[in-house]
């Protein structure tokens, strides 16, 4: 299984365009320099009124099909 590190800072604005469906996906670059890009809903258990905001490891498949997220902090 593959996985990535990204950090991410999407304020509340930005992610209640995510989630009106004005923008579905999320790109963003990985620590180890990869673009990366997933569906904005996977996000949500993370979302506060500051928005989002933490380091996160994304595992993904061989076939590049996300397997699960984890907040690291």
Do not use: H, T
């Not at 593959?2 to 999407?10: F, G, H, S, T």
């Not at 009106?20 to 809903?41: E, N, Y």
């Not at 996000?43 to 590049?64: H, K, M, T, Y």
């Amino acid at each position: 299984m593959n996985e990535i590190i990204v950090d991410l800072r999407i304020s509340s604005d930005e992610y209640l365009k995510l989630y009106q469906g004005v923008a579905r996906v999320v790109s963003v670059r990985a620590r180890d320099g990869r673009r990366v890009q997933f569906p904005a809903s996977i996000l949500q258990p993370w979302v506060s009124r500051e928005g989002i905001r933490g380091c996160f490891r994304i595992r993904f498949n061989d076939a590049g099909k996300l397997q699960d997220i984890q907040r690291l902090g």
